[in-house]
Structure formats: C-alpha cells, structure tokens
C-alpha cells in the first residue's frame, strides 16, 4: 500500500474517530450506566484511536476531546462545568477561570499519546505470548482511562479546591477523600470497561490494519 494510500485511510479513520467523540460527548450514549454511578466512555475511541493511528493522530483525537468537553460543559453546564469551561464562573465568584483549559485539555491530550506507549512497551515484554496484542491493548485501555480520570480529578483538586468544597458542602480538608472516592468509583469502573472494550475492539482494527498492508 502506497504512501498517499496510507494516509488517505489514516484521514479517514481519523474523522470516523473524532465523529464517534462527538456522538459520545454530545450525547447520553456517552454514560454507561452502573447503578448508583455512570462511567463515561469518551475516552475509549481516542485511545484506540492512538494504538491504531499512533501517538499523533491520538494527540489529536485527546484534543477532540478535550473540545467537545469544552463545549458541553458551556452549553449544558452542570454543578462542576467551572472546572472544564471558563465561560461558567468557578463555584462561589461571579467569573469563570482560564485553568479549567487546563483540565479540559491537558489530561485529554495525554489520553491520546500515553497508552500507546504503554501498548508499545507490553507487547514488547511479551511478545512471544499468543495472547500479547490482546493483553496489550487491554492494558493501555485501562492506563487511559486511569490517566483521564486520575489526572482530571487531581487538576481539580489542586486548580478548583476551594470552589470543589464550597461545591460539595464540605470542607477543604475534606476534599482529598471526596475525590479520592470519586476516582475508586467511577475511576474504577471506567478502566474496567476501557480494559475490555479496547482489548477486544483494538485487536480487530488492529488485524483489519495488517491485512490492508498485506
């Protein structure tokens, strides 16, 4: 397959992933419910986005993302938007915060770079292993998933820690545990879901990749 092949198909691929952002991010079928929580599946498409485009593309897709979080929390802000938006004014002032660019951006970003790495490094370690490429992709969906929960919630806390407890009602010692919980929850349940959703999807686009260049 030739060069201007390639990335014609890349390009491609690359709109189908970021159109499958938007679908999620805009809308309910991002939520996955879970009972008492709702895991959030907008991360999945950019990670596999990254193992199968590369860190590039999957800088792109974390961008994309990072926008449409932008964008949702603007036109439908709920209590903790301030932290994504800095049109919405922060919790407890009458002005939103360039720092929620940050938060909304930063983590996202790294969604896109850091599990293929980590796919790259697992394969790697064990790549005489006949199931290799699925326990790759499995770990590099559960590494992104940690990466955007764990360092969203973290940003917060040291960006929004004062308007998160006047959010919350509780006090600023108290922040860290509620966050924490926040992350063994939802953090929790979206690294499982990541995990085998981008094991199992990954794998495919991967073989389909393999048999266009055959």
């Given at each position: 397959m030739n060069k201007r092949v390639v990335r014609y198909r890349d390009f491609v691929l690359l709109a189908l992933f970021t159109a499958i952002i938007f679908v999620l991010g805009m809308t309910p079928l991002g939520m996955i419910p879970l009972g008492l929580i709702k895991a959030t599946s907008v991360h999945i498409p950019v990670i596999i986005g990254a193992l199968v485009l590369g860190p590039k593309y999957g800088a792109v897709l974390g961008g994309v993302f990072g926008l449409v979080s932008l964008i949702s929390n603007t036109v439908q802000p709920a209590a903790?938007?301030?932290?994504?938006?800095?049109?919405?004014p922060v919790y407890g002032t009458s002005s939103g915060s360039w720092l929620s660019l940050i938060i909304c951006f930063v983590p996202r970003v790294l969604v896109g770079v850091l599990p293929y790495y980590v796919f790259k490094l697992v394969q790697k370690l064990f790549q005489n292993h006949d199931k290799a490429e699925y326990l790759s992709c499995g770990i590099a969906g559960v590494v992104g998933a940690v990466v955007n929960t764990g360092l969203v919630m973290s940003l917060i806390y040291f960006l929004f820690k004062d308007a998160y407890a006047t959010m919350k009602e509780v006090p600023v010692d108290a922040v860290a545990g509620v966050?924490?919980?926040v992350v063994l929850t939802n953090g929790v349940a979206e690294a499982i879901i990541a995990g085998v959703l981008v094991s199992v999807i990954g794998k495919v686009l991967l073989n389909l990749k393999r048999k266009q260049k055959a």
């Open positions: 903790l938007s301030f932290a994504f938006s800095p049109v919405i966050i924490m919980g």
